[in-house]
């Protein structure tokens, strides 16, 4: 069963004025750098990021991301769609529950 998520991320402005750039930390080191529609970014506290508000410099953040399942490497370890289309693997510690959040994009 999919299950609509925020996982923390850094933002910062993207290519275009809707978008913006966005960078995981990956599990094991490293970390995941890709781009979104910006109505699928949120601040910490959930508000919406409007358009023109990210620079280059990166703030925290948050990006929605279907719950696809469990990594079958390690227990702490959830596979994610974000809105890219591509399926990251992140710790459970960098998701929070969009319970209680009003309204969440699942389509652009």
Not at 44 to 73: F, Q, T, Y
Request: aromatic share 8%.
């Amino acid at each position: 069963m999919e299950r609509v998520v925020f996982v923390k991320c850094r933002l910062s402005r993207g290519s275009f004025p809707t978008e913006a750039a966005f960078r995981l930390e990956a599990p094991f080191g490293g970390e995941y750098l890709g781009a979104v529609p910006l109505h699928y970014c949120y601040t910490p506290d959930r508000a919406n990021i409007p358009p023109g508000k990210l620079s280059e410099s990166e703030i925290e953040g948050r990006v929605v991301a279907l719950v696809v399942g469990a990594s079958p490497d390690a227990g702490n370890v959830i596979r994610v769609q974000l809105p890219d289309g591509d399926v990251y693997e992140v710790s459970r510690d960098e998701i929070e529950s969009s319970e209680g959040q009003r309204r969440v994009p699942l389509k652009s």
